[in-house]
């Protein structure tokens, strides 16, 4: 029986996308932002929310520093907007973070390291509660441990 080359050529017509789309996919996602791959704003206003919710009850953190800063709804939405926008700036989002530097803001808190160390793990929790993937945590929390020298002022 005659076999013509060309009756493969349907096939290969179908494979070749894969061939070609296969790398292009691995390029996108090793060169997605940190921001991306984790769900940008949608994901981090959750994460916010969530460790805004448990860290600032937490007597080892003591976020209103001895009751001095009031939680007043409207402190609390301008904190958290200014969480995610220094979240999302950091992690190689499209938006500017617009707030007062680390330094400018926690100067005179006071802050331990144990206090911040409190406050990371709060984060840590929120981020695995959202699902984040466990290569990203490592890499956000270690954006927020290179925050520590701007508002870590006692040891
Ligand atoms: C991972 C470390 C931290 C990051 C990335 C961070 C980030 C921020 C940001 C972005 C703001 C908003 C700044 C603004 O509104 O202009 C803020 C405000 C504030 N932070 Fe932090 N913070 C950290 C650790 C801490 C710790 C450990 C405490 C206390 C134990 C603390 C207490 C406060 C308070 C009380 C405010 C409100 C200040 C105000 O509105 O005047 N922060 N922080």
Redesign the pocket.
């Known amino acids: 029986m005659l076999r013509s080359p060309f009756r493969l050529l349907p096939a290969l017509a179908l494979a070749l996308p894969l061939f070609v789309s296969a790398p292009a996919l691995a390029q996108t996602a090793a060169t997605r932002s940190l921001y991306d791959r984790v769900g940008g704003a949608p994901a981090l206003t959750a994460v916010v929310g969530d460790f805004v919710a448990t860290a600032a009850p937490d007597p080892k953190?003591?976020?209103?520093?001895g009751g001095s800063?009031i939680a007043s709804d409207a402190?609390v939405f301008?904190?958290k907007k200014?969480?995610v926008d220094?979240m999302a700036q950091a992690m190689g989002g499209p938006k500017a973070?617009t707030?007062?530097s680390?330094k400018v803001?926690?100067t005179g808190?006071g802050?331990t390291q144990a206090?911040?160390d409190a406050?990371?793990g709060h984060?840590q929790a929120a981020l695995v509660k959202n699902k984040v993937a466990a290569a990203d945590v490592t890499a956000i929390m270690k954006i927020?441990a290179s925050?520590?020298p701007d508002?870590v002022e006692k040891p």
């Open positions: 953190v003591d976020f209103t520093r800063w402190a301008t904190l200014h969480l220094f973070y707030g007062r680390m803001t926690h808190m802050i206090q911040f406050l990371a984060l927020a925050t520590a508002i």
